[in-house]
């Protein structure tokens, strides 16, 4: 499952909804995986191998490889 904006409220909650179910495995976007929003997105959600942070950052190119 992809969500986007996952540092948001509304994402971050449905990531966390998708996680709770056990079921889903959930790669979500952050503008970057070093920000304080990121950091703190990881320590609500806890540690999970179901849970993939990839950077996006729509305004850096270098972020959408061809």
Known sequence: MLV???T????????K???????????ATVRSTSSAKAENLKSVLG?????ELVEAD??????WPA
Do not use: F
């Not at 909804?17 to 790669?27: F, N, P, S, W």
């Not at 540690?47 to 849970?51: G, M, T």
């Open 4 to 6: 986007t904006g996952a």
């Open 8 to 15: 948001g409220y509304i994402a971050a909650h449905i990531v």
């Open 17 to 27: 909804a998708l996680l709770d179910t056990g079921e889903y495995k959930v790669k």
């Open 47 to 51: 540690q999970s191998d179901k849970l």
């Open 58 to 63: 729509l305004l850096n190119p270098d972020s």
